[in-house]
């Protein structure tokens, strides 16, 4: 197997030992696992693994329900992981005993064309045949490292070699190169976990070859901008598209800079980082704008109430990121990892774990949404929904969201050589391999409420731990056993080199003031107004919390300082932003002359991942900007 550049660090080296995580873990474990369980019984996702419906039965197959299965099962085995549960593993083993059972002697293995078109396999690009085996992959993998039953994996990896066959050697499908994007990072996943060359060969295959086959056509809703097949992946400059599929891409492509040092893949790969992150990226980290076909649309096209945002999409991004710090160490990264995960991923779930967002607005009007939805088809606009709900037609999301939750740590931290960088900030320790030994950290922090992060060291070495200083903290002091360190950063990470010693205290304070952000002019909803920051959230105002303040008139001063308290919503403590604002006095009539004089108000506002947890109500993340001339 070929060396990396840089080692990752996994859910498997650390464990969360307490703070935001810890509670979000143990909600997703008690509460999202089995709510995601019984709905997808109930919807039949599980009963089509018996590939025995015939036509006129209930809950016909769909072609993507084989991968909401087994995003599960990967989810669930990043809990099992972590704390054994023999209930939940024998409903794990029982979909695998499934799915062993109806796997074809050739190693075909998806419930629908099982069941429904068995003769169609392998015919339709845009059927997700090869994105279902990809998550099967990933599943199978996961659920080896922490079970240590190979059943899945063996599964998995008789399906991709006939997958290898038909695709890389015969030729035999009717086409090249999957129209929605996953198996290419899973076939990496798992070159990196088996060490067989084949899967790395496969992976590029499909990699390299996107863009280039006359055999991957356009198909009735779809172009080849859509599947990110306009042109070879080495020559796309900007992210088009459906944004799921071009993150997932764009994932792999970073694995195949990483594991064949391939600079000119690196170089691609930043090159469309660079586009997403300043022209196509809401400052909640959403990506996605519109609902046609799920996409990037155009640079600063990026509406408000229509927004789209999928959930799936930013966990994708942060996906995406976590590879591209792996490639170098640059502080952008995490600071977009963590941008979308503490905003656009977490707002995909509701603080009780059991319901869901697939689309993430930034600003919501009820009455706006009632009119449309009195209108006849046809006439309707798309509007995301304004609550939550149990499972979707398309739910992709809430099993993306366990997966993801549970393996949160792959975010902390990676080791290049002989320095560990600290990426995003959690309570957890665990154990990493540098190039001088293995070193023990355990992590103590209030992050994301608190800028205060504190490692220490509970084995002895020499090494640097780099600390990433994120974007948005304007003042930071670091110290190690309370004496001051003066170093300065290097893109986006300050290290500190000595011979630790256990015990060692490595601690970095950081500035959690209240911060005001205005967007690109070309930015044409968000033109004129400001969003509101504290470390790495992002607030919005929901209109429940501002009584009698109509929110889209609200003007802020945005030199002010503001005030934070503590919220419960929910049962949950969340931070609280006042802010003194000002509004017009409330009047019928339409158009009014121009008043200086403004009621004062005072403003509150929440993390934008907790709007819409109590009850449909208008919410926003940009207000208006109250401009003060400066005194002479």
């Known amino acids: ?69 087994v995003k ?48 169609e396999r392998f015919q339709r690009r845009t059927d997700h045949e090869l994105y279902c085996a990809g998550h099967l992959i990933e599943a199978a993998v996961a659920y080896a490292q922490a079970t240590g039953k190979k059943k899945l994996l063996e599964i998995a990896e008789k399906y991709t070699a006939l997958i290898d066959r038909v695709f890389r050697q015969e030729h035999s499908a009717a086409f090249d190169t999957p129209g929605h994007e996953e198996i290419e990072l899973a076939l990496y996943r798992l070159y990196e976990y088996t060490g067989k060359e084949s899967y790395r060969e496969l992976a590029e295959y499909f990699v390299d070859t996107r863009g280039t086959s006359d055999r991957d056509g356009t198909y009735e809703f779809t172009d080849q901008e859509h599947m990110q097949s306009h042109l070879p992946v080495r020559q796309q400059k900007t992210a088009e598209g459906h944004s799921v599929r071009a993150l997932y891409l764009y994932s792999a492509m970073a694995d195949q800079a990483r594991i064949d040092q391939d600079e ?28 046609r076909g799920e996409s990037f649309t155009f640079d600063y096209d990026l509406p408000e109430y229509t927004a789209y945002n999928e959930t799936c999409a930013s966990i994708a991004l942060a996906m995406f990121c976590r590879r591209m710090w792996l490639l170098e160490a640059d502080g952008r990264y995490a600071d977009c990892a963590e941008r979308a995960i503490y905003n656009t991923v977490l707002s995909g779930v509701s603080l009780s774990g059991d319901s869901f967002f697939y689309e993430n607005p930034v600003a919501a009007d009820p009455a706006r949404n009632a009119f449309n939805a009195s ?14 709900v149990k499972v979707f037609d398309c739910s992709c999301c809430p099993p993306n969201l366990l997966r993801f939750v549970g393996s949160i ?21 665990g154990e990493m391999e540098t190039s001088a030994g293995r070193m023990k950290l ?64 490595l601690e970095l304070e950081l500035d959690m003031g209240i911060r005001f952000w205005e967007s690109n002019p070309r930015v044409i909803d968000t033109c004129g107004r400001v969003a509101v920051t504290r470390g790495p959230l992002v607030f919005c105002a929901e209109g429940i919390d501002n009584e009698e303040i109509p929110l889209r008139d609200v003007r802020i001063d945005p030199k002010q300082e503001g005030v934070v308290r503590e919220k419960r919503l929910e049962g949950t403590v969340l931070p609280e932003l006042e802010l003194d604002a000002a509004v017009r ?19 509150h506002l929440i993390p934008y991942f907790a709007w819409a947890n109590r009850s449909v109500t208008p919410m926003t993340v940009w207000l208006l900007e109250e401009i003060r001339p400066e005194n002479k």
Not at 264 to 290: D, H, P, W
Request: one cysteine or more; proline letters at 3%; hydrophobic letters at 30%.
């Open 1 to 69: 197997m070929r060396e990396e550049k840089d080692r990752r660090v996994t859910c498997q080296d650390l464990d969360i030992t307490g703070g935001f995580w810890k509670e979000k873990q143990e909600l997703f474990r008690r509460v999202t696992v089995d709510a995601v369980y019984d709905r997808f019984e109930e919807t039949g996702r599980f009963e089509a693994l018996n590939c025995s419906w015939k036509e006129g039965m209930p809950n016909k197959p769909h072609i993507f329900w084989d991968s909401d299965v």
């Open 72 to 119: 599960w099962i990967e989810g669930a085995a990043y809990f099992l992981l972590k704390q054994k549960d023999e209930k939940l593993e024998a409903k794990v083993d029982d979909l695998v005993g499934r799915m062993e059972k109806q796997q074809w002697e050739d190693g075909y293995l998806n419930s629908y064309f099982t069941a429904v078109e068995p003769e």
């Open 264 to 291: 000119e893949m690196a170089q691609v790969c930043r090159t469309l980082f660079e586009n997403i992150t300043r022209k196509r990226m809401y400052i909640t980290g959403g990506v996605g704008s519109t609902h």
């Open 375 to 388: 209108r006849a088809k046809g006439l309707q606009e798309h509007l995301p929904i304004l609550s939550r």
């Open 409 to 429: 740590a792959d975010y902390m931290y990676s080791v290049s050589g002989n320095t560990i960088y600290a990426h995003c900030y959690m309570d957890a320790e």
């Open 442 to 505: 355990k992590q103590e922090t209030g992050y994301p409420y608190d800028g205060n992060v504190r490692i220490i060291t509970e084995t002895e070495g020499t090494c640097a731990v780099a600390l990433r200083i994120p974007a948005w903290s304007e003042r930071w002091k670091v110290s190690v056993n309370g004496e001051r360190v003066e170093a300065q950063p290097r893109k986006g990470y300050v290290f500190i080199e000595r011979e630790w010693k256990c015990g060692d205290c």
């Open 585 to 603: 006095e409330e009047t019928d009539e339409l158009y009014l002359t121009p008043k200086k004089k403004r009621k004062t108000v005072k403003l």
